[in-house]
Every structure is written in C-alpha cells, then in structure tokens.
C-alpha cells in the first residue's frame, strides 16, 4: 500500500533505505534560495543513509504541496527525502521520472497522472496544459492564494529565522490580498516568431511543412528555441488578443515575403510581437501599442500588417524596434515609428504615465493600484511635506512618484538608463519638481554613496528577484533611517534580507537594527507562482 504522500519505486524491488528526514514545507524553499545563490540555508544532511532516486528511474509520487516556483512538492515516504515536478498540483498521484538529482532534493518530469488534484476546475484557456505561462489555471483559485501565503510564511520562518513562537508572529503576516481580476489583467505581452512550431508528444503527428509550421506565439517551457503557437491569450486584454488574432491570420502568407528568425541559423526578419495596453487619459479607453522586433529595418515588409491592424480602433502607436544580435531579447538598439504616436498612457494612483515600447512598467494595473496603496500605508507619511524618501530600484518611477505630492523630496536611484530617462519624464509630465531619479547600479555603491542627499525619513526598496546585495544591505544599516519598506518579487530572498536587516549576520560581525513589523503577501499574477511581498520594518 503506498503511504499517503509518498513515494515507491515502479522499476525496481529494492527496500527503502534508512531515514531522511527534513523539514517539512521548508523544503519548497530549497530551489528558491539556490537560484539566490544562498544555498547555505539549506544544508544538506549526510547522503550516507539516505535514499537517492536515480535518474531516469521511474517513480509513483503523490504532491503535497506547492513549492515556490509553483513545482509540486512530494516527498520520499518514511525518509521525507524531496522530489519536485514541475506541473504536480497538490493531492495529484501520478507517474514521475527523475530527470535530475541536485544532492538534497530531485525533479521529476511527470509521465502519467493516475488521479486528479484537489480543488480541480477546468482550465478555460486551450493553452493551459501546454503553456507553462499559467501553471495553475486548473486549481482553483483560493486554493492558489492559499498555497501562496503558506509559502510565504515558510520561508520567512526557514530563511528569515522568525519564530512562529513569537506571541507577535501572528500579527506580523498579514493574509496575502486576492486580486479581484484573475483573467485579462496583464497590459503587456511579449510572443516570439520561430520557424516551426512546438507540439506536445501526442500531437506530433500534426507536423505541418513549409509556411504552415511557422509559429508566433510563448516558448515552450525550458525552451529558448521552441515556440508554441498561441492564437489568444486569456491574460492579455480583448484589445490585444483581436491585434494578435489579425496578424496570425496573415503573416504565414508567403505573397508578403515574411520570415520568422530562426534562433539557430541567425537567419530570418520577424523576432518578436510585443502587445502592451494603456488607458486613454480623457476617455479611460484602452489604447494599444504594437511592438515588432525585427532582425533589420525593412519597414516595406511590415507594411501589409501595419495597414491591417492599424484599423483596430484601440490601436493608437506601432513601432518597430530593431534587434540585430543573435540573443533573444526584444529590447531594440533602435526604433521607429510606423503608425500614431510613439507611447501610450497609464494612469496610476491618479497619475499619468507615458510608456515606450521599452518602459517598465507594472505588468497588472489593476493590482498595481492596490500594491501602490499597501506601500504608501507601510511608509505611514505624515503628509506635512516635511519627509525625505528615497527610493532604491526605483524603475520608471512609479512608487516615488506616487508618494511625492506628500513628501519633501524622492530621490530614486536605478541602473536601467531607458527606466531613469522615463522617470524623469513622468516627474515633468505629471508637473512634480520635488523628485531627482539617478543612474547607478546599487549592487556596485562605494563608500561615498549616501552623500549626494540628505538622509532619509523612509527608504523604499524594491529589488529584482536576486535581492539586495550586502553592500546595499551594509548601507542601510549604517544609515539608520527609520523606516523601510521593503517590496519584493521573490520571497526567497526577501526573507533572506529580512534575516540580515533585522537578525545581523554573525559570520560578518554585522548587526541587525531593524524590527520587522508587517509582511503583506500580494497576489499580483493569479494562476501563476509569481508572489508579491510588502514587508515594513521600523528602526529598532
């Protein structure tokens, strides 16, 4: 009988070997903290006794939860040994083979499901199964959240070394907040051009030739090279999806000389499609930005499909950026305009926002207004214009910005150049003065960095997925501003900050001097592993 979420071997008869035993969600933190590079939270106990799955071995697995990165989360019965499947939802039994052993935990590719998930709904999108870009549109939704907010608390316990003992614990993490939208919510859309199309395994007898097996559409997920067609996407607006459906209906003509790039051979024209939607300042319309990067300027090609989707009234700016490297990023070294105007408009916790086809900007407005607010509670301002904020990671400007019509002065330091430029245009366009956004990498300060403005009444800090670096962590504590908020996109290295900033690191003789007063967990991207956090620390 196998154990409840457990784990036995299908291809061999060999007994179990001597217990393992691990911690039981914190495990879901293990890749996490590795793609941190800080694996040192996660020491692996001897392999002497332990049982060891090997690759290509072929196991029956039961998932217990959902590790961060939204993998399954199963564990090797009577040794708690961990084995994660990307694509397992919890209370799935199914086949699984190993794929890859990483010393303290295995993954698994999954071969067969034998009985469904919990909480199972069907998945509106065709894609779902496939795509990888909403890996659970099949869970319902409170079970997402839920899943969510436990792995939040996990790894702010494992990694930030919080007791859940502490009677202040409780009061400390908040409930994550839900997003009322769930579908159509991101305003950008990034889909690639490739030569032939990726299928599933039962539908490669599908295979078409020439023209035909041109794809435009997501990559397949850990493929750079493989493309899955996509006609609509349901995280994208209606807008967007009729631009998308237009130019798959005539792109493939061979009459207009189109080539899709080919990643291999560095041959071909069209690279990618960028979709992004704004709003109509006077109107609250939608309006569309269309974005082709191509491997060179040959605007005579595009035309027929300039002309073609130009007619959707929502379509207000097309630009072509060209992208002559053999990488796949759909930034361009440089951009024309070939319809309307060269940005579009968003308006933001009352106000407005140009974006180029390049801008950074919150990828789910809707939520944005909520995560905006959360932070502007946390920063607790006076609003007597008397208080200096500064703004670390600050992007295009978007926190400062909002919190400026309040304060005496934001200064916002960022490393993308395009993101300071667009910051100071936004400063101008909504007619604020009381903000100075610079260029500088924050993971590369030295020891003058601080001097150029006077010190802050409240430091927002809102890094990419790494983290803050220890320099930047060393900075803040010498500091001493009495309040930070701290807004992260992982909460692996979130908590890992939080531990640093409030607990010290002994190994460097560095002390801790900050007290961790809330933890908000935010549901930016739903049906995705993607966890947003609002974490407010006030000086000891």
Not at 171 to 190: A, G, L, T, W
Not at 259 to 273: R, T
């Amino acid at each position: 009988m196998l154990p409840t979420y457990g784990l036995r071997r299908v291809n061999s008869g060999r007994p179990w070997l001597q217990n393992f035993r691990r911690s039981s969600i914190f495990s879901s933190a293990i890749p996490a903290i590795q793609d941190a590079e800080e694996s040192q939270f996660d020491k692996p106990k001897p392999k002497t006794q332990s049982y060891f799955p090997k690759r290509g071995q072929t196991l029956e697995l039961v998932c217990e939860s959902l590790a961060f990165k939204g993998k399954g989360l199963c564990k090797v019965a009577d040794t708690g040994f961990v084995v994660l499947c990307d694509g397992a939802l919890p209370g799935e039994r199914f086949l699984g083979r190993v794929t890859r052993k990483k010393g303290n935990y295995a993954e698994v590719s999954k071969v067969e499901t034998i009985s469904p998930h919990w909480d199972i709904v069907d998945a509106p999108c065709e894609y779902a199964s496939t795509c990888g870009g909403c890996k659970t549109q099949n869970l319902l939704y409170e079970a997402q959240v839920r899943a969510k907010e436990q792995q939040v608390r996990e790894l702010v316990i494992h990694v930030g070394k919080f007791s859940e003992k502490d009677p202040e614990f409780s009061s400390i993490m908040k409930p994550i907040v839900r997003c009322d939208i769930q579908f159509h919510y991101r305003n950008k859309m990034e889909f690639s051009f490739a030569t032939k199309k990726w299928l599933p395994k039962e539908l490669l007898h599908e295979q078409e030739d020439g023209a035909s097996a041109y794809a435009l559409g997501l990559h397949a997920p850990g493929f750079f090279d493989k493309v899955l067609n996509v006609n609509k996407c349901l995280l994208q607006s209606e807008p967007a999806n009729e631009v998308l459906a237009a130019i798959q209906e005539c792109w493939r003509d061979p009459q207009l000389g189109l080539s899709p790039y080919d990643v291999h051979s560095h041959d071909g024209f069209l690279k990618h499609l960028v979709l992004r939607t704004g709003r109509d300042v006077k109107t609250g319309l939608p309006e569309l930005m269309v974005n082709f990067v191509t491997s060179s300027y040959k605007p005579v090609l595009l035309k027929p499909l300039v002309q073609k989707i130009s007619t959707i009234p929502e379509v207000v700016s097309i630009v072509n950026n060209i992208n002559t490297s053999v990488g796949s990023t759909s930034v361009g070294e440089q951009e024309y305009i070939l319809h309307g105007k060269s940005t579009i408009t968003e308006i933001l916790r009352g106000l407005t926002f140009q974006i180029s086809a390049n801008s950074f900007f919150q990828t789910n407005t809707w939520q944005a207004e909520v995560l905006y607010k959360l932070i502007e509670d946390c920063a607790d301002l006076r609003g007597d214009g008397s208080e200096i904020v500064l703004d670390l990671f600050c992007g295009t400007g978007t926190i400062g910005l909002t919190l400026s019509p309040r304060v005496r002065y934001v200064y916002g330091y960022e490393v993308v150049p395009q993101a300071v430029s667009d910051a100071r245009r936004n400063a101008k366009l909504n007619g604020i003065c009381n903000a100075t956004f610079v260029e500088g990498d924050l993971n590369k300060i030295g020891e003058n960095f601080g001097k150029d403005f006077p010190k802050p009444d409240v430091v927002i800090s809102d890094p990419n997925r790494p983290g803050m670096h220890m320099k930047l962590i060393k900075f803040l504590l010498k500091l001493k501003a009495p309040r930070i908020v701290y807004v992260s996109c992982n909460p692996a290295t979130c908590a890992r900050d939080l531990d640093y900033l409030c607990h010290g690191v002994v190994e460097q003789n560095i002390q801790g001097c900050y007290k961790l007063k809330s933890l908000q967990p935010v549901d930016m991207f739903p049906h995705t592993p993607h966890i947003e956090c609002v974490c407010l620390l006030d000086l000891c």
